[in-house]
């Protein structure tokens, strides 16, 4: 069974750099999209975009701040998420499968911008 | 972007209930819409895709209709691990956007 799990630092400061892995077991990274989402706490989802192939689509509202990146010899994705303001505080989900839906999800991490 | 619309924000209702959640989208999407569930604390699962296809695991009392603008979640005869939120994203293009979600609660 395909599974996805977060890591990364929860606490990050302000003007620094957001950065979190997610390891995927059952299925092979290269064959599918793999996307990170966002939650703000008690509010909705934001998608942050998406990697396939080593091709990526970002969120116009993040893309100059945004990098996602595979990693095929260790099964991971990433995320970078530079000059971050309390504005990204937020559980960050990795997730992923087809190009239209997110078929499996991580767990989600919260990570808190605070100095 | 294309803008999501969920109807009603929340919505109260009893054990064997049937319910339905409407999406409406700011411009035709086709049926490039997802339909998931969040319970507190946890991940969204995926409910429903491409409108009205339900993966494997998913209980048949959840249902997904529509197409173009206007997509409905109906689920009938509420459980009570059925007591969530719920979200539709499209996908026809990016940025995939969710609407605001929609909150069932027991009455």
């Known amino acids: 069974q395909v599974q996805l799990q977060e890591s990364g630092p929860g606490l990050v400061k302000p003007s620094e750099t957001l950065s979190l892995n997610c390891s995927v077991s059952g299925v092979s990274i290269s064959n599918y999209y793999w996307s990170w989402i966002r939650q703000p706490p008690g509010k909705g989802l934001e998608w942050i975009g998406y990697i396939s192939s080593g091709s990526t689509n970002y969120n116009p509202s993040l893309q100059s701040r945004v990098t996602i990146s595979v990693d095929t010899s260790k099964n991971q994705f990433s995320l970078k998420l530079t000059s971050v303001t309390a504005a990204d505080t937020a559980v960050y989900y990795c997730?992923?499968?087809?190009?239209?839906?997110?078929?499996?999800w991580g767990q989600g991490v919260l990570v808190t911008v605070s100095s | 972007d294309i803008q999501m619309t969920q109807s009603p924000s929340s919505l109260s209702a009893s054990i064997g209930d049937r319910v339905t959640i409407s999406c409406r989208a700011s411009q035709t999407i086709g049926g490039f819409l997802n339909w998931f569930q969040q319970h507190p604390g946890k991940a969204p699962q995926l409910l429903i895709s491409a409108a009205s296809n339900l993966p494997s695991g998913v209980p048949s009392r959840f249902s997904g209709s529509g197409s173009g603008t206007d997509f409905a979640l109906t689920i009938d005869s509420l459980q009570p691990e059925d007591f969530a939120t719920y979200y539709c994203q499209q996908s026809f293009s990016t940025p995939y956007t969710f609407g605001q979600g929609t909150k069932l609660e027991i009455k």
């Open positions: 997730a992923g499968r087809g190009r239209r839906q997110c078929d499996n």
